[in-house]
């Protein structure tokens, strides 16, 4: 079984920047597909980017677009979503998942691996 761990969550002013980190443990080792989500108070979770590990190719979420970038490190199986420039719309629990074996990363609802989350907490 494969597990995730965020960290990196916190507080920070409208802005400023935060980086979130996500390891992967267990098996499978790797996942085809790694993304970060959010659930902001009293919104659904949603999609925010994601990474698919073979050839890095990226995708985001147009709220975060120019802003957030997601990335990877192969060598410590860890994903990262550099924040920039946040909003406090941005406030909200993000989440790490993965879906090991997809070939289309940007499809939401197929992600099945989660971690538990860490908070975000933007100020104006």
């Known amino acids: 079984q494969m597990y995730l761990m965020e960290s990196g969550g916190g507080s920070v002013q409208a802005g400023g920047s935060l980086r979130l980190s996500c390891a992967a443990s267990?098996?499978?080792?790797?996942?085809?597909?790694m993304g970060w989500f959010r659930q902001g108070p009293g919104k659904e979770r949603e999609g925010v980017a994601s990474?698919?590990?073979?050839?890095?190719?990226?995708y985001y979420a147009d709220s975060v677009k120019g802003r957030f970038t997601i990335s990877q490190d192969n060598a410590k199986n860890m994903v990262h979503l550099q924040m920039n420039s946040v909003k406090p719309e941005d406030t909200a629990i993000y989440y790490c998942?993965?879906?090991?074996?997809?070939?289309?990363?940007?499809?939401?609802?197929?992600?099945?691996?989660w971690g538990q989350g860490t908070q975000v907490t933007v100020s104006s």
């Open positions: 990474i698919y590990t073979r050839n890095g190719n990226t």
């Open positions: 267990g098996y499978p080792y790797r996942s085809n597909c």
């Open positions: 998942a993965a879906n090991p074996i997809a070939q289309i990363c940007d499809i939401w609802s197929h992600y099945n691996v």
